[in-house]
């Protein structure tokens, strides 16, 4: 998962070394065993226990900071049980006074006994919407800047309840309300299973206080409306209960998901030429099988953006057969289109130009 600690010195938000303290030391702050504390330290160790090579604390991580406070809970338990850590704070300098909420979010980390803490200054360009746009600037930047490290994010239950809401609205299959997991290289997510109100508790008995972002209380954001309006009154219609009911079902569909994926595997092996797939052979497989198989096919031929409904016109190719055209699919190139397409008994991928 990681590297061992190396002694790396401390930096701050601008990059230069931060002096040890006094007695030379860099010990994380120790923190009261409060019920909070102790949840979230729980969440980490299980984490390190199920993620960390040989389930052994002492590698090295960097933790995604943004200040607020389900990252800062999670600075606070990682440096107590996992090792070293560097805090990695995205500026996305969307805010007049975004670079003093970073070297805020820096000194909270030092504080806390992070190895290092820097600040990484992002441009948002807003395509495709500024949410989408923010993540994917955040992402990028996470990514160049860890140096190989797994990087932890501070992901809630809560967060995973309204993941899965807004993947049932996009309304793409059970894939699409799968959730967060809480390991896909590089990203660690060790508070998937602990809810919001207890890292705010943490930071309350620690006493680091976090930084209430505004957007997180926008209602322009979808994701806002869903945490402040329609979680809330599902909550309240249905007795409570529905994050963590939403939280079990995205699991237990990730798990269903696994079986699935490696069956639709064995079939499209079955299938395949190496390029072409067998009509005869997909057209007597089950549709869930089928379905994941063809879109598996397709993402590996360079397709792209997939949605329901390139899949169900590309399976209309085998199951329902009318002597259609080709199913274009994204991923082409300037002058050509990727198009799926039946021809003398196989299913095809290729470039087309117009």
């Known amino acids: 998962m990681g590297r061992a600690p190396g002694g790396r010195p401390r930096v ?70 996992v090792g070293a850590v560097d805090a990695l704070v995205v500026d996305h300098q969307l805010q007049a006074g975004s670079d003093v909420v970073a070297a805020a979010a820096v000194a909270a980390a030092l504080s806390l006994g992070c190895r290092s803490a820097r600040v990484l200054p992002v441009e948002v360009d807003g395509a495709g919407g500024m949410e989408a746009a923010a993540r994917r600037a955040r992402y990028a930047a996470l990514d160049e800047a860890r140096g190989g490290l797994p990087v932890l994010l501070g992901h809630t239950l809560d967060d995973q309840a309204e993941t899965v809401l807004l993947g049932l609205a996009r ?120 379905r994941r198989a063809i879109r598996a096919w397709l993402l590996a031929g360079g397709a792209k953006a997939l949605t329901g409904k390139h899949l169900h016109a590309v399976d209309e190719l085998i199951t329902d057969w009318r002597g259609q055209g080709g199913v274009a699919v994204g991923g082409g190139r300037p002058g050509s289109r990727l198009v799926a397409a039946r021809e003398h008994g196989r299913l095809t991928l290729r470039l087309r130009s117009g």
């Open 12 to 81: 701050s938000e601008h990059g230069g070394e931060l002096s040890p303290g006094a007695d030379g030391s860099s010990s994380p702050r120790r923190l009261p065993e409060t019920a909070a504390v102790l949840e979230v330290r729980r969440a980490v160790r299980d984490w390190v226990v199920a993620y960390a090579p040989s389930g052994e604390a002492g590698t090295a991580v960097a933790v995604a900071l943004s200040g607020g406070a389900d990252s800062l809970a999670l600075t606070a338990a990682a440096v107590l049980e």
């Open 171 to 290: 309304g793409s299959g059970g894939r699409s309300i799968h959730g967060m997991t809480e390991w896909a290289e590089p990203w660690g997510r060790p508070l998937l299973g602990v809810r919001r109100a207890v890292t705010r508790q943490l930071c309350a008995d620690v006493g680091v206080p976090p930084y209430a972002d505004p957007h997180n209380t926008s209602p322009e954001f979808t994701r806002v409306r869903l945490r402040t309006e329609v979680l809330p009154l599902l909550e309240d219609v249905l007795g409570g209960g529905v994050a963590g009911a939403l939280a079990r079902t995205a699991e237990q569909l990730r798990e269903d998901g696994a079986v699935l994926d490696a069956l639709a595997g064995e079939l499209l092996h079955t299938a395949s030429d190496g390029a072409t797939l067998s009509i005869e052979t997909l057209a007597t497989a089950p549709a869930a099988l089928r």
